[in-house]
């Protein structure tokens, strides 16, 4: 990916910046990378992404994170 995409971490990822999940848009589409693996990188649609944020409010996913 370009050097001109601005990757955001969450405020959760804690201070030490290693595996950390990063997100950013770009050409329309949001990006997805872990920051211990900055090569490898998904890319979806914004109301994909969207779907999945409100998945993750409404607790659909807390079981993955015991």
């Not at 595996?19 to 109301?47: F, K, N, W, Y």
């Amino acid at each position: 990916m370009s050097a001109e995409i601005e990757w955001q971490k969450s405020s959760f990822s804690g201070g030490g910046g290693e595996q950390c999940v990063e997100i950013a848009e770009h050409a329309g589409e949001i990006l997805m990378r872990e920051s211990d693996e900055p090569g490898v990188v998904t890319v979806t649609s914004r109301s994909k992404f969207s779907a999945f944020i409100e998945g993750v409010k409404a607790g659909e996913f807390d079981h993955f994170a015991r």
